[in-house]
């Protein structure tokens, strides 16, 4: 008879497994929740600027949260399958490149919606120009400052200026690391459960 935990996992894995196959489609929507922040910002500025750092604080706990949910059914999604891992390693690895994108893309439009100049601050060589030449492109810049601290290569020439932006840019690197580390674990997972597959057909 199995026990509690046992049939407490079969009825978490019957709910998850239905929606491994849809995740391509889901994900995109996870940048939903920062709709929200650009409409308050145009109809209720000063509604906006007044709770501006418990916004961001908020869309930075979301992400964590929903990003470590997805490196779990990354993992759960590897470890249930028995059989060949070929097809099953092409989609972790289409759903791991999907992730980062969706996650690159999140944190870019996050800056550029609490305004990116006003996060970080450029400290390269003719600042002052630098700066006026970049003015009027907010979310390329915004994408940049996401690709170097995601890719954990650091932010070089610029500079969080607030308390929330350095906590963004350490969420945001620890997130690029942490994802790294799964995706190495998946791989090997993935080539010893196949070269066990392997032997016991031979």
């Not at 239905?18 to 929507?29: A, D, E, K, S, V």
């Not at 939903?32 to 509604?47: C, E, K």
């Not at 601050?121 to 009027?136: C, D, H, I, K, V």
Request: overall charge neutral; proline content about 4%; some cysteine.
């Amino acid at each position: 008879m199995p026990t509690l935990s046992t049939r407490a996992w079969r009825v978490v894995q019957s709910c998850i497994e239905p929606t491994i196959p849809f995740l391509p489609f889901i994900m995109p929507l996870l940048l939903m929740p920062l709709a929200a922040g650009w409409w308050l910002r145009a109809a209720a500025p000063a509604q906006f600027a007044q709770y501006h750092d418990d916004l961001l604080s908020a869309y930075l706990i979301y992400i964590v949260v929903v990003r470590l949910a997805l490196l779990d059914l990354m993992l759960f999604y590897v470890s249930r399958k028995h059989r060949s891992m070929h097809l099953d390693l092409l989609h972790i690895v289409l759903l791991y490149l999907e992730i980062t994108a969706i996650t690159l893309l999140f944190f870019a439009l996050l800056y550029d919606l609490f305004g990116v100049f006003d996060l970080f601050r450029y400290n390269g060589a003719a600042a002052a120009q630098q700066m006026q030449a970049m003015q009027g492109h907010s979310l390329r810049v915004a994408l940049y400052i996401s690709m170097e601290l995601f890719t954990t290569l650091g932010l070089g020439e610029w500079i969080p200026q607030t308390l929330n932006a350095m906590l963004a840019a350490g969420i945001e690197a620890l997130l690029g690391f942490i994802q790294g580390g799964v995706f190495f674990a998946v791989l090997i997972y993935a080539h010893q459960n196949n070269g066990k597959s392997r032997e016991k057909t031979a």
